[in-house]
């Protein structure tokens, strides 16, 4: 019963996305403008576009797997403040966006905002950011596209090495239908990639990110926030000092 529960209400389990009402007003501390992306199946994306006073470049965030953009660009606002732009997208079902979910859907809306930056932006001036379920879409995202740089906050080997992790008595591989395999984008990249993850993340494993490290890519750096958890990482100096080091 258990194992028919992980298939059958996997997204459930995996996406965990609050609503927001179409005419919701956004609220932040720098400007930004709102936007909706239609794509070809008809669903509608949502998105937020930060700008800086005077832009070092921008970010593609693609965040967590819980809560809408009321939330999440107040997390990014973090960047605005460093003087990027940051472009970031409501999944679908997450907060006013709308749509099928599916893991081929994830990609093709990713695709979607980073040939909108090609609009006004160099591919040398597009780095792409990936948090926690946002880290697999972002890789993928770096493996079929030029940017300037990958950094991935607390990232998952794969889907798979996550749920065995919390189920290892059930034959995840067979019940997933998300797989999202971060191990096997990273290979294909052709830019600085950038991991931070907490040595005490209570959710998506250190091991799982630091497995990583195995692929033995050159262009590859890991940075550990000793007793950081998953959601807490912006508490530690070790944070700042790596994004610091990576943003340069």
Request: proline content about 4%; aromatic content about 16%; glycine content about 6%.
């Amino acid at each position: 019963m258990v194992g028919a529960s992980l298939y059958f209400f996997q997204e459930k389990l995996l996406f965990l996305p609050t609503k927001l009402e179409q005419d919701y007003q956004f609220e932040f501390n720098y400007p930004f403008e709102e936007l909706f992306f239609k794509t070809g199946d008809d669903a509608l994306i949502n998105a937020l576009h930060f700008k800086a006073e005077t832009p070092k470049g921008v970010i593609l965030y693609f965040h967590g797997n819980a809560g809408d953009l009321s939330r999440w660009g107040k997390i990014t606002e973090y960047f605005v403040g460093l003087n990027y732009d940051v472009l970031i997208i409501d999944y679908r079902t997450y907060g006013k966006s709308i749509g099928k979910l599916s893991e081929a859907a994830f990609y093709k809306d990713a695709q979607l905002c980073y040939d909108y930056l090609l609009k006004s932006y160099s591919v040398n001036d597009i780095t792409l950011y990936g948090r926690s379920l946002g880290t697999g879409i972002a890789s993928y995202l770096a493996s079929n596209n030029k940017v300037k740089q990958l950094i991935l906050e607390t990232p998952y080997y794969s889907i798979e090495d996550v749920a065995k992790s919390r189920f290892p008595f059930f034959l995840v591989k067979r019940l997933l239908k998300y797989k999202f395999p971060t191990y096997k984008y990273l290979p294909n990249t052709n830019c600085e990639i950038s991991i931070i993850h907490g040595r005490a993340d209570n959710i998506v494993p250190y091991e799982s990110g630091k497995k990583l490290l195995e692929l033995d890519i050159p262009n590859l750096s890991f940075y550990t926030v000793e007793n950081g958890n998953h959601n807490n990482l912006i508490e530690f100096e070790a944070y700042h000092q790596a994004i610091k080091t990576i943003l340069k």
